[in-house]
T-cell receptor, first 115, second 112 residues
């Protein structure tokens, strides 16, 4: 399978714990995005990378959230001191930058439940 | 925050009927895209329409874009049970990078 993969697919944690999610993009894609989706809503943008550089972060990304993309390949999203409001589906997408019209390919997501 | 709204929020039709979903947005855009999300799965890209295009077709899908009204519609013809899913429009705004701004989606149920 050469699509975007995410690990784990599900995560249950207790409030106050730290969690880390991983995203492996399609191999030749130079852009990687993170989104968050809550029940009944569309995904909301969190941050994106072009190669290893983090180019934009949403206001939604509080200080407890950090994302990295070392070497411009896979990416990790860490949430420190989780809160119940962090419960959501975390989606990763990748794309290849070609002009203004690019298609983002999404992974299956990591569903987080904070108890 | 969401860019706009989809209408209707939910739609239930019989197999073989056509389904039409509408999307409104707020800002100037470079393009508008439609995605499908099945229960428990990620988002699948369906079609992209540029801001200078008015209509686009892909198989059983027809998308229209009216930039003067800041609205788009997705028509699925001859629907199938497998089309049951949530459908989202997403915009890429002018001068705002390439991040997607999604609406809240339309839940489509196709009954066989």
């Amino acid at each position: 399978d050469t699509g975007v993969s995410q690990d784990p697919r599900h995560k249950i944690t207790k409030r106050g714990q730290n969690v880390t999610f991983r995203c492996d993009p399609i191999s030749e894609h130079n852009r990687l995005y993170w989104y968050r989706q809550t029940l009944g809503q569309g995904p909301e943008f969190l941050t994106y990378f072009q190669n290893e550089a983090q180019l934009e972060k949403s206001r939604l990304l509080s200080d407890r959230f950090s994302a990295e993309r070392p070497k411009g390949s896979f990416s990790t999203l860490e949430i420190q001191r989780t809160e119940q409001g962090d419960s959501a589906m975390y989606l990763c997408a990748s794309s290849f930058r070609q002009g203004l019209q690019e298609t983002q390919y999404f992974g299956p997501g990591t569903r987080l439940l904070v108890l | 925050s969401q860019q706009g709204e989809e209408d209707p929020q939910a739609l239930s039709i019989q197999e073989g009927e056509n389904a039409t979903m509408n999307c409104s947005y707020k800002t100037s855009i470079n393009n508008l895209q439609w995605y499908r999300q099945n229960s428990g799965r990620g988002l699948v890209h369906l079609i992209l329409i540029r801001s200078n295009e008015r209509e686009k077709h892909s198989g059983r899908l027809r998308v229209t874009l009216d930039t003067s009204k800041k609205s788009s519609s997705l028509l699925i013809t001859a629907s199938r049970a497998a089309d049951t899913a949530s459908y989202f429009c997403a915009t890429v705004s002018s001068g705002d990078g390439n991040k997607l701004v999604f609406g809240a989606g339309t839940i489509l149920r196709v009954k066989s």
